[in-house]
């Protein structure tokens, strides 16, 4: 057993290496930083791709260091293989029994012996006995929620904001996608339209082509018209002024006479 000044040592000791360490190291938090979750992620994969998934990495001499799985116990510091392989042979009760007969054991034989100090010690020990099997649920349970705290500040939310934003992203492009698809029929729909309109300018073109034509064939034929008649009208008149020019005064009373004989024997026959 160790005396009390050996223990006052030691506790000094270990105050004095506490403080120096509290005095070299500063305080670090891991929320008080300034990157953005795409640096981190970006920095998470650097570091990623070097030292653990990087090909040149000697992974049979330096394998990647994982976690291990520690096996169940019981009383804390005992596996529980031990009471599997007693179990056959003892029963249930068979390792408590052996544990409790081995320290009687040790006490008999005084490999372990017994003064003032050991009242003590089974105080000591009864009370840190008692604290674990009365807090540890208690405490297991705070801690796990401030490790669960932790991680979903530190990793799962931001993965979650992350997720969020690419799925958003995602979507927002496959909405553009979709939106780009429906832009050919808007472009075929415009294109009808803007054929429908060169086919109305088209049409009100050959109207109008056709309007104009029509009136320079109108007035060709005006004009041929004006013409033919002034020439009829011309001919006429020429042909009347030279028959009247031909006829002598004899022949206009002998015309006249015979319209007068003409008319008497129509008004005779009546």
Same mark, same amino acid.
């Given at each position: 057993?160790?005396?009390?000044?050996?223990?006052?040592?030691?506790?000094?000791?270990?105050?004095?290496?506490?403080?120096?360490?509290v005095a070299v190291?500063?305080?670090? /938090?891991? =929320?008080?930083?300034?990157?953005?979750?795409?640096?981190?992620?970006?920095?998470?994969?650097?570091?990623?791709?070097?030292?653990?998934? =990087?090909?040149?990495?000697?992974?049979? /001499?330096?394998?990647?260091?994982?976690?291990?799985?520690?096996?169940?116990?019981?009383?804390?510091?005992?596996?529980?293989?031990?009471?599997? =392989?007693?179990?056959?042979?003892?029963?249930?009760?068979?390792?408590?029994?052996?544990?409790?007969?081995?320290?009687?054991?040790?006490?008999?034989?005084?490999?372990?012996?017994?003064?003032?100090?050991?009242?003590?010690?089974?105080?000591?020990?009864?009370?840190?006995?008692?604290?674990?099997? +009365?807090?540890?649920?208690?405490?297991?349970?705070?801690?796990?929620?401030?490790? +669960?705290?932790? /991680?979903?500040? =530190?990793?799962?939310?931001?993965?979650?904001?992350?997720?969020?934003?690419?799925?958003?992203?995602? &979507?927002?492009?496959?909405?553009a996608i979709w939106?780009?698809?429906?832009?050919?029929?808007?472009?075929?729909? +415009?294109?009808?339209?803007?054929?429908?309109?060169?086919?109305?300018?088209?049409?009100?073109?050959?109207?109008?082509?056709?309007?104009?034509?029509?009136?320079?064939?109108?007035? &060709?034929?005006?004009?041929?018209?004006?013409?033919?008649?002034?020439?009829?009208?011309?001919?006429?008149?020429?042909?009347?002024? /030279?028959?009247? +020019?031909?006829?002598?005064?004899?022949?206009?009373?002998?015309?006249?006479? &015979?319209?007068?004989?003409?008319?008497?024997?129509?008004?005779?026959?009546?």
């Open positions: 057993m160790l005396s009390r000044v050996a223990l006052r040592a030691v506790a000094q000791a270990g105050k004095g290496h506490a403080t120096a360490s190291v500063p305080q670090r /938090n891991f =929320n008080d930083h300034t990157r953005s979750l795409d640096e981190r992620l970006k920095l998470f994969k650097e570091v990623t791709e070097t030292y653990y998934t =990087n090909p040149e990495r000697d992974v049979k /001499n330096f394998p990647v260091e994982t976690l291990p799985d520690l096996p169940p116990t019981r009383m804390i510091i005992f596996p529980d293989s031990w009471w599997a =392989n007693l179990y056959p042979k003892m029963g249930t009760s068979g390792p408590y029994v052996l544990g409790l007969g081995g320290l009687l054991t040790l006490f008999g034989k005084e490999y372990i012996l017994m003064d003032h100090h050991m009242s003590e010690a089974y105080a000591f020990a009864a009370g840190t006995f008692f604290l674990w099997y +009365k807090l540890r649920d208690y405490i297991v349970k705070d801690t796990m929620t401030t490790i +669960k705290e932790t /991680n979903e500040a =530190n990793w799962d939310a931001p993965k979650a904001v992350a997720k969020k934003q690419y799925a958003d992203a995602i &979507q927002h492009m496959e909405t939106q780009e698809d429906g832009q050919r029929y808007l472009y075929e729909a +415009k294109r009808e339209g803007i054929d429908l309109q060169l086919e109305a300018i088209y049409r009100q073109r050959v109207a109008e082509a056709r309007s104009e034509i029509k009136k320079r064939l109108d007035y &060709q034929l005006a004009k041929e018209t004006a013409v033919k008649n002034f020439e009829h009208n011309y001919m006429t008149r020429w042909i009347i002024d /030279n028959v009247v +020019k031909g006829i002598t005064p004899e022949q206009e009373k002998a015309s006249i006479a &015979q319209c007068l004989g003409d008319l008497k024997a129509i008004a005779a026959r009546q």
